[in-house]
Structures are given as C-alpha cells and as structure tokens.
C-alpha cells in the first residue's frame, strides 16, 4: 500500500479520489469542489495540504482511503481542522490514522479537529462517531437535514402551519417573485449584488475575494446554484447552495434587514430550494446551528441568536441529526483553554 500526497501529484490524487467516490459511500463534504472550496477560503492561514490517498499497489491499483488534512497556522498555532479520513475497511482506516500521527510529528501540531460528513454518518458504513477510537475527545454538534422524498406538494406540508401561510400569502399577493440562477442563467451583476448583500449583513467583508469568486466558478460549472428572493421589483434576498448529487447544501443566505418585518425573506428562500430540487435530489442539508438546548455538550454551544436560527429551521421542516465531530491535543494549554470555556459556559448556565 503507498501514499499519495495531493501536493505531490495533485492529478493523480484526484483520480484516485473520485475512484473512492465513485465505489464507496462518501457525502457532499468530501466533494472536491467543497474541499477546494474550503482551502480557498482557509488560505492565508494554510501551512500545507497534506491531503493524501492510500493506494494499493496490485497491477490496477484502487483507492482504498481518503483524507482531506489541511495543516493551517494561526496566532502561533498550528492546527488541522477538516474531515475525518475515510477508508473501504476498518484496517485501511487505521493506516488513515497512523499515517495522521506521523504529520503531527511532521509539521508539531498542536491540536486536530475532525467532523465526519453527516451523510455519510447516515447512510455509510460507520453510523457512529468513530473518531472516539482514534484518541478524540467527542464534540459533536447538531445539524439539520431535510429529506427530499416526496413530491413538492407532499414536501410543502412539512413545514409547520405557521411557515405555510407566510409562505402562501407571500406568494398569493404576486409582490414576490423568486429565480433561480445555474450555469446558464447567472451573470456577474447578479452574483456581485449577492455578494454586497453579504457586506451588508456581516457589517464588514469576512470572506476573501478569492473566495466569492470561486462561488461563481461553482455556479459556473453545475456545482452551485444561486436562489434570489425579487420583493415589489427589488432584490432583497439571496441564497446560495451547493451541488453534490444527490445532496444539496445550503452554504449561504444574504438579505437586506429593512425588509425583514415586510416579507419572510428565509422561509421563501429556503421553500424555493425545496420544490427546485425536490425532483433530483434526496437530501437538503440545512446544516448548522440546529438543535434545542443552548449547550449540548463539550465544545458545542449556540447563543440565543443561533438557537432562534435552529428553531426556524425546525419549522421549516428540518429534522435535527448529529454531526460527529473529535478533537485532539498535543498542546496541555489548548486543552485546558477549551476545559475552561466549557467550565466558564455551564456555570454561566446556572446564574
């Protein structure tokens, strides 16, 4: 069995990665567009991508583990953040793990972060959080999926009755109307104005431009989509998706505030998405924050905004499922860094 780094022949890392896709179960995270995304974004604080593969050496060789590790530096520490490594058995993924060990050793990582794709946790061969046999503390957190299976009509119906009628009456009084942009239809102004609307949500750029602009290139090529809310002629909501059949991921939604009171700018975007991709696709992840409770557990918290952020999400039909996620020090400082805001949050809980 040999290694093969993404930095080393990105080429061939690649076709061997769409090998594993193509036979075994992986989910929407480990799409290579999602992954380039991702170091996109990251990139001012990369080190080295150390993403590999593990290859068997037979006359026709075959993948048989994937990982996506990112090895970033920030603040004086250096870190890994990113995706559990998948493998096709349990003695493969093993090799995943030693084989992160020895670029701990490598690069002197302080602290790793890993999350297992939620489908994949849904419909793959580990429906548990595995990172817990490799050392990792468990963090995991809650995300919120909703199942494209049914037609729209029956889909609708998933919503609670509050949703229906906004989302009804909004439509009913033909001040609304909602497009859908892909690879034919968007053009710069378009996503330009998404992209403004993002600065007036945020109050600042916190996104680089590299970043928005590898957005585009995703819409560009089928891998994205873009959704736009038109309230009395004027555009005031955007969201953006991304494409990884047959999952579809919510990434991004974008408004202008003034007309939050005057129109359900969230519960319209995320009922267009719906019925748009109701057709081809199975799953909608609406993703992260989701849940109930202000704490669930060591390292995932929501404040007061984030949990009204989870509850919609439930009235608009999404059902809560835990996103596995592990972490491990090397660092004792980082370690009880975390233990305290832990400590800090649940006596907080109790004032």
Known sequence: MKIIKRKDNEKLFSSFWRDYQENNVTGPYYSPDTIEYHVVTEKEFLVSDESFVFVNEEVCPKCLGVCFFPVYSKEGVVYSNSLAPLASTSKYLDSCFEYIDTLVDEHQISKIELHIDVCYSQYGEWKY????????????????????????EDLFYKLNKSS???????????DCELKVYDKDSITADVFNNYKNYHFICAGEQTRTDESFDYMLTLIQNSKAALLELN????????LLVFLSHPYVSLSSIANLPQYEREVPIYRLLYWKAIEYFSSDYDVLLYGYPAGNSLIEGFKSYMDEKQLKIAKYKSYMGGMTVPHFRGVRYFDKSLMLQDVSIFKEIMESSYE
């Open 164 to 174: 229906r009628r906004l989302v009804r009456k909004a439509l009913a009084s033909n």
């Open 129 to 152: 959080n595995y990172l817990r046999d490799y050392g990792y503390i468990d963090c995991t957190i809650n995300d919120s999926v909703f199942m494209l299976d049914s037609s729209a």
């Open 231 to 238: 309230y009395l002629g004027r555009s005031v909501g955007y």
